[in-house]
């Protein structure tokens, strides 16, 4: 064999794992199909900004090991997360925090605000919830639920509230103090130079064949490695012999505008039907060395169906999909020693990206 190791797929799953076989002293191929590194976390210099080609990633995580793990290989900026909601033109603070209740109700004190939410989730403290909508109502009430969460989510997944699993919101946080960091980690940033940075020094010294299918050349790859690392949709690697999962998909509108600033904050969420995207971003406002650029960049994000060709972005886990993909992983197990399964995509699971990063790392440690 000519290498020890097939890689399938440079995201940050394929790109974190062939980094670890190589420290261990193995030789590994990695391959992508796009014509690109870093799968949906890349991003592009454009204009002196850069910018997050596939939408807004922050990386953040509890996990102290993975934050030196990651600032090893590029040193991270400190970035703290604080979108805003337009609804209608109003503005809102998330996550929900004292700033959104006093914006949704003048309300200042936490007591105050905590009896706010008690009145308003009564009326369905006792149902047990079927739908999302009865989920949302349940945690936090009509008002937020109305003007934060209906629309927007109806837009995100293509479906009314009421004709979603309740699962999908197991919990929405509510902060009873003045507090607009979105993630409660105390490892908070972004790659000095963006997260292509990251991939790049992480994939530095290995070969990476661009451009390649590895579907459409399976037996001559598979020929030339040991083992495999498969990183890629779950269903397509068994040529869709139980059935397609569900996803669902992005598309972006971008343009540069001759402007200092353009909406004052990285990311604004669009949480009514008004508008088809759902947020936009403003990527100079993620990096501090961006600042004093006299052009914004700006990006439109839309929900969008998926369908071959178009990049999967969220698995859709009602119950149907998971027993599919639970089916398809059975299926998996027979290949044990010869094809190990990774990430978002291999597993039919939504990760962020120190979780991905943390499931990358444990795999090689079980690897010879």
């Known amino acids: 064999m000519k290498y020890d190791y097939l890689v399938v797929g440079a995201g940050l799953s394929g790109a974190t794992i062939a980094y670890a076989l190589k420290q261990k002293g193995k030789k590994v191929l990695v391959v992508e199909q796009r014509s690109e590194v870093g799968g949906n976390i890349a991003t592009h210099l454009q204009d002196g900004i850069h910018v997050h080609a596939y939408g807004p990633h922050i990386f953040h995580t509890?996990?102290?090991?993975?934050?030196?793990?990651?600032?090893?290989?590029?040193?991270?900026?400190?970035?703290?997360?604080?979108?805003?909601a337009n609804y209608h033109g109003e503005l809102y603070h998330l996550p929900f925090n004292m700033n959104t209740f006093k914006e949704l109700w003048g309300i200042s004190d936490p007591e105050e605000a905590k009896k706010k939410i008690a009145e308003e989730t009564?009326?369905?403290?006792?149902?047990?919830?079927?739908?999302?909508?009865?989920?949302?109502?349940?945690?936090?009430?009509?008002?937020?639920?109305?003007?934060?969460?209906?629309?927007?989510?109806?837009?995100?997944w293509g479906r009314d509230c009421a004709d979603l699993p309740s699962f999908i919101i197991k919990r929405l946080p509510l902060r009873f103090e003045f507090n607009n960091n979105y993630f409660n980690d105390p490892y908070q940033g972004i790659p000095e130079g963006g997260f292509s940075a990251l991939i790049n020094n992480l994939l530095k010294g290995i070969e990476v064949l661009l451009d390649t299918d590895y579907l459409k050349h399976k037996e001559e790859l598979t020929s030339l490695c040991?083992?495999?690392?498969?990183?890629?949709?779950?269903?397509?690697?068994?040529?869709?012999?139980?059935?397609?999962?569900?996803?669902?998909?992005?598309?972006?509108?971008?343009?540069?505008?001759?402007?200092?600033?353009?909406?004052?904050?990285?990311?604004?969420?669009?949480?009514?039907?008004?508008?088809?995207?759902?947020?936009?971003?403003?990527?100079?406002?993620?990096?501090?060395?961006?600042?004093?650029?006299?052009?914004t960049y700006v990006t439109y994000e839309y929900p969008d169906t998926f369908a071959p060709g178009k990049i999967p972005y969220y698995p859709v886990n009602d119950e149907k999909n998971s027993l599919l993909a639970d089916a398809y992983?059975?299926?998996?197990?027979?290949?044990?020693?010869?094809?190990?399964?990774?990430?978002?995509?291999?597993?039919?699971?939504?990760?962020?990206?120190d979780k991905t990063i943390a499931e990358a790392l444990k795999l090689v440690s079980c690897l010879d």
């Open 62 to 84: 509890s996990l102290e090991d993975v934050w030196n793990f990651v600032n090893s290989i590029v040193p991270f900026a400190p970035f703290v997360n604080s979108p805003i």
């Open 122 to 156: 009564k009326p369905y403290s006792l149902i047990e919830p079927k739908n999302l909508e009865e989920q949302a109502l349940k945690l936090v009430g009509p008002t937020i639920y109305k003007k934060l969460i209906k629309e927007y989510t109806e837009k995100q």
């Open 226 to 295: 040991a083992k495999t690392i498969y990183t890629g949709q779950l269903d397509s690697f068994f040529d869709y012999s139980l059935g397609r999962l569900e996803y669902r998909s992005l598309r972006f509108e971008s343009k540069i505008l001759p402007v200092d600033d353009y909406q004052h904050n990285p990311v604004v969420n669009f949480t009514s039907h008004d508008f088809a995207y759902t947020r936009v971003c403003e990527h100079k406002h993620f990096d501090h060395n961006c600042q004093n650029h006299h052009s």
């Open 329 to 353: 992983k059975e299926k998996a197990l027979t290949l044990t020693g010869k094809v190990y399964f990774l990430g978002r995509l291999a597993n039919y699971k939504y990760l962020d990206m």
